[in-house]
């Protein structure tokens, strides 16, 4: 299983990269190959506001429906719209054309996006994948 | 977000004997009813598709294989039984139930008659030791019948699709034109001797290959590639799915379970259970209350029956659906009309066929006679999508 050093990540198989402010959000690698084949994602509208730890979209694959989180708060900037035609693009490239949702991150005190606590390092992620079996 | 792999496995799961072939495939493996099984080698969907186009290969060695022996055998099946199996031709096959007194389903069966005093009775996996605890019983006092457990000493590999006849035939010396749908016949395969029935549930063409668990690597081996034995290295990634050769997939429990719905044919546990009687579940014709003699559930049969005849029963039907949005109707999910909840979906999944979700539900008949024939609701996690009620089997093979 691919788990890129550089994005962070989430107890529920969510992947984050941030750039500015922006976050870009997808599923892992580990959560498309567990899911099956993916046939349809339900994704937040564009604007809405999103909250860390609450679900905000679904994921169908052919043996079941999962709850899709958002790891930050903030607005959705943008959709993946490619996986209204082609969902396989989560299996084929979960952290790439595969990507699900953008949302703008308020700033910080530092400036910086407001990260909220508990996202994973690539290392903390592999280690939990590897104790749930 | 993903619910899948909250799944543990409890217990120590059985091994089929074609373990280390799935392990060499790279399958993920699942436990199901206590069996450690191939839920898919790729793409579940690729499988499926591989099934309606050209040919996929199951390893169903999970199912339960039952002999009922002896010169009594076909009298102790029909009273234990709702079909008429003592009327059957050697190597015909019969689709039927193991019923309780009240009626209700205790599984669903496929029983061949391999010889005049042989009857190989085929249980689902879920459902092994309550049909052989029920067959020893009902069987009991009948003159001249012996029921053996003979699961752990059979491996059952379905070859299914439009190619499998070509293919098999590259392997038996059996006559499978001979082989009409629903009959089997003793042969060989790959040189191993096997009972080859004409039956699978897919809705496609295809055979399914009973043999010694020693035989079952050879088998698989031959009808997956065409060569002698699958020996060596793990195959690269992805190249499960590639068809080798002959044009044959491997598939597993994910795409049998789509194929099956697909084709409209019930699951034990979904569409079936001890509170369904075979008339609610459109499956009437199973029930044999024409054959002498009592059995096991006649009363019952015969009273829902009647109900049916005179059109005051069953109070609920087992239907189709065809989703008009993509979130799927799934097992469980609430059926509506309107604002009151009319049935239950037993079983749901995107269609790879039909490029939609497609769902079998119960329903009250009173919601399906006359003027209120849909469209339904389905309460999906909250959200009412629209369903439209459409004719059991979703697909039918050309």
Known sequence: MSVPAELHYTEEHEWVSISGNVATIGITDYAASALGDVVYVNLPAVDAAVTAGEPCGEVESTKSVSDLFSPVDGQVAEVNEELDDDPGLVNAEPYGAGWMFRVRVPAGPDGDAALPPGLLSAAEYEELTKSAG | MVNAYHARVTSQPKHTPLRSVHERLGATMTDFAGWLMPLRYGSETAEHLAVRSAAGLFDLSHMGEITVTGPGAGAALDYALTGWLSRLSVGQARYTMLCRADGGILDD?????????????????????????????????????????????????????????????????????????????????????????????????????????????????????????????????????????????????????????????????????????????????????????????????????????????????????????????????????????????????????????????????SAVTGESAGPFGVDIRGRIEMADLVPLPFYRKE
């Open chain 2, 109 to 365: 069966l496929v029983v061949y008659r391999q010889a005049e005093d042989r009857f190989l009775v085929v249980a689902n996996a879920s459902n092994t030791s309550v049909v052989l605890a029920e067959l020893q019983e009902r069987c009991a006092t009948a003159v001249g019948a012996t029921v053996s457990d003979q699961t752990d000493r059979t491996a059952l590999i379905a070859i299914q699709g439009p190619n499998a006849a070509r293919v098999l035939a590259s392997h038996t010396a059996a006559a499978l034109g001979s082989v009409k749908y629903y009959s089997g016949v003793y042969g060989d395969v790959a040189g191993s001797p096997a009972w080859i029935a004409r039956t699978g549930y897919t809705g496609e063409d295809g055979f399914e290959i009973f043999c010694a668990p020693e035989y079952a690597e050879r088998v698989w081996a031959a009808l997956l590639t065409g060569e002698p034995l699958l020996t060596g290295a793990p195959l690269p990634a992805g190249s499960a799915v590639a068809p080798v050769g002959q044009g044959v997939v491997p598939a597993g429990l994910a795409a049998r379970d789509t194929l099956r719905l697909e084709a409209g044919m019930p699951l034990y546990g979904n569409e079936l259970g001890p509170d369904v009687s075979p008339y609610e579940a459109g499956l009437g014709k199973v029930v044999r209350l024409d054959k002498p003699g009592d059995f096991v559930g006649r009363a019952a049969l015969a009273e829902l029956a009647a109900d049916v005849a005179s059109g005051t029963g069953p109070g609920r039907t087992l239907v189709g659906l065809a989703a008009r949005s993509r979130r799927v109707p799934r097992h469980g999910y609430p059926v509506m009309s309107g604002d009151a909840e009319v049935g239950t979906v037993t079983s749901g999944a995107p269609s790879p066929t039909l490029g939609m979700p497609i769902a079998m539900a119960f329903v009250a008949a």
